[in-house]
């Protein structure tokens, strides 16, 4: 099996992730910019993690762990919208996005299951 950074999943997440830093670096709530950077952060990581685990119980939870992420970070990323702290636009693309990670996840869970 290919390393973690072959992912498509993996490479995807990591691009999110520096996508969330660059556009709320200057972001002056440092609550929510610390929050939802570090739920983006939290889905690379999780799938880094999971991959270079031994065994696949360990491999699936924290491929799960970072579908979770997945689902905490649209939910920043809506209170963001809600609070005017994000764009619409912004919002909309980085939660279509997880939504597509979290799908592309899953689908690696399959995989490795079979």
Do not use: H
């Not at 691009?15 to 610390?34: P, T």
């Not at 685990?53 to 939910?75: Q, V």
């Amino acid at each position: 099996m290919a390393g973690f950074e072959d992912l498509e999943d993996w490479k995807r997440s990591v691009e999110l992730s520096a996508n969330v830093y660059r556009k709320l670096a200057k972001c002056v709530d440092f609550g929510f910019r610390d929050q939802i950077t570090r739920s983006a952060l939290s889905i690379p990581s999780n799938i880094a993690e999971g991959m270079e685990r031994r065994s696949l119980p360990d491999r699936l939870k924290f491929l799960d762990y970072a579908r979770g992420s997945c689902g905490e970070f649209r939910t920043q990323a809506t209170v963001g919208v809600k609070a005017g702290l994000l764009e619409n636009s912004i919002a909309d693309r980085w939660i279509s996005d997880s939504r597509e990670l979290s799908a592309m996840i899953q689908g690696l869970i399959r995989s490795l299951k079979q």
